[in-house]
C-alpha cells in the first residue's frame, strides 16, 4: 500500500530525508528529481544515511563512508579501514564487512512522495 511520506518540495536534488514509518526506518533520496527509499539504517554499524552524502545514486554512509546504489540498495564497497591498517586492510576483517539496503517502490503523484510498504 503506497503512503504519502512528504512532498516533493521537502527534499532538493541530492537531497535525503529520514523517517520512520509503519514500523520501518527509511531514507528517502532524491536523485535528480526521481525518488527512491532505501534502508535508514547502514548495513554496517547502523548509521543514519540521510546524513551521509548522496553524489548522484551513490549514498556515502556518513561514518565509515561504506557506499550504496540507492536504485537497488546494493553495497558498493565497504567502510573505510582504520587507520593503523590502512596500509594493509585484511579483505577478510569481519569489521570491514556490510550488507545491502532494503529498497521499497515510491512514486509521486501531484507533488507527493508515496512510498510503497507492507
Ligand atoms: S556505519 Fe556505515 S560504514 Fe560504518
Known amino acids: 500500500m503506497f503512503i504519502k511520506v512528504a512532498e516533493e518540495k521537502d527534499i532538493a536534488p541530492g537531497g ?3 523517517f520512520s514509518l509503519n514500523g520501518r526506518d527509511i531514507a ?3 536523485y535528480g528529481g526521481a525518488f527512491y527509499a532505501v534502508e535508514r539504517a547502514c548495513g554496517h554499524a547502523k548509521a543514519r544515511l540521510e546524513r551521509g552524502a548522496l553524489t548522484g545514486w551513490i549514498l556515502t554512509c556518513p561514518l565509515h ?3 550504496f546504489d540507492i536504485r537497488t540498495g546494493e553495497a ?3 567502510p573505510a579501514p582504520r587507520a593503523p591498517d590502512s596500509r594493509h586492510p585484511d579483505p577478510a576483517d ?7 539496503l532494503k529498497t521499497w517502490p515510491v512514486k509521486t503523484e501531484a507533488g507527493l512522495i508515496y512510498v510503497d510498504l507492507p
Do not use: D, F, R
Open 16 to 18: 535525503m530525508k529520514g
Open 28 to 30: 528517502l533520496c532524491n
Open 65 to 67: 563512508y561504506a557506499q
Open 76 to 78: 558498493l564497497s565497504g
Open 94 to 100: 569481519p569489521a570491514l564487512e556490510t550488507k545491502g
